[in-house]
């Protein structure tokens, strides 16, 4: 049987169980122009694919609204923060959850004595005590350093934050950490900034002293940027908009590299996304979906997050 939270498909190999296979592969984009058009039929097409192979139901979590993703690399499991469950009937004190990838919650955490719109998340390999958070309501970073606990929520925790205004950010959603810097998806402003900083992460000057570089997301065919997450093996960035049924891979510069379409799976409105390796060479990508905002209907309880193998 399934484990809970997880829809079923057959096992495949390079995700840990319970994982699962959909049916058909999803054809990657051509970059011919970037994005120039719907793709052909998967078979007619070459180079990479992306095949979806499980489908994990937040709902069961807890977590109407999953937005942001990222893996955390101490204990191999995913995290997803929920920016939107404390404003429904179902918050029971947790908008943070920790799950193995196959998709079983093991942890949960409440944000909220700092936050209570944690958008998107992002850990640093190197010191996984350490949680990164944005907020687009409050247009600011929150970096949460659990206390002697090891929770993030708790009263020994150390926080500090900056804001992402100043730098030209008014949209702070998705959220990634590599090289020493932190990458933040503006998916009201449709550009990818990247925050590199020069001993603790303060902001930009004069506030702080980080450096700031932005590239722009609208040329990428990525209208509504809400998720970005960096891979190490690769050294590239991963991002995935609202409005568009695609990943796209670019360089940390933003030149783009290759695209992975998704419209063939039932993904509705891409919110968050993590990496992890996966076998034979394929790169896993966990996609969050929001589904119906509960804005539209304070009852929806439609989160889903989406895993595509992205074979080389």
Not at 166 to 187: K, N, Q, T, Y
């Amino acid at each position: 049987m399934p484990g809970r939270g997880v829809l079923p498909f057959p096992h495949v190999a390079g995700l840990p169980h319970p994982s699962r296979k959909a049916a058909a592969a999803v054809a990657v984009v051509a970059l011919a122009g970037l994005l120039p058009g719907p793709p052909g039929p998967a078979r007619a097409q070459t180079g990479p694919t992306a095949t979806l192979v499980a489908v994990i139901d937040t709902s069961a979590w807890g977590s109407p609204d999953p937005a942001g993703l990222a893996l955390r690399p101490a204990t191999d499991r995913l995290l997803a923060s929920d920016s939107e469950v404390d404003e429904t009937g179902r918050f029971r004190g947790a908008n943070l959850f920790e799950a193995r990838r196959s998709g079983s919650v093991r942890r949960s955490y409440d944000l909220t004595r700092f936050t209570d719109e944690p958008t998107g998340v992002a850990v640093n390999p190197r010191n996984p005590s350490v949680l990164y958070v944005s907020d687009d309501v409050e247009d600011r970073i929150f970096v949460v350093r659990a206390g002697p606990d090891g929770r993030w929520g708790t009263a020994d925790d150390r926080a500090t934050s900056f804001p992402t205004r100043p730098f030209g950010c008014r949209d702070p959603e998705g959220l990634a950490f590599g090289r020493r810097s932190l990458f933040i998806a503006d998916g009201e402003g449709t550009e990818v900034f990247r925050v590199r900083r020069r001993g603790a992460f303060d902001g930009a000057p004069p506030r702080g002293d980080d450096l700031v570089t932005r590239f722009d997301t609208s040329g990428l065919g990525l209208r509504d940027p809400e998720g970005v997450e960096f891979d190490p093996t690769s050294g590239h960035l991963f991002v995935v908009s609202r409005r568009d049924a695609v990943i796209v891979e670019v360089t940390l510069v933003g030149d783009a590299v290759r695209a992975y379409d998704l419209s063939g799976s039932a993904i509705d409105h891409p919110s968050g996304i993590a990496v992890a390796p996966g076998e034979g060479g394929a790169l896993l990508a966990y996609v969050s979906d929001r589904g119906l905002d509960n804005a539209v209907d304070p009852g929806e309880d439609d989160g889903r997050i989406y895993v595509f193998s992205l074979a080389p």
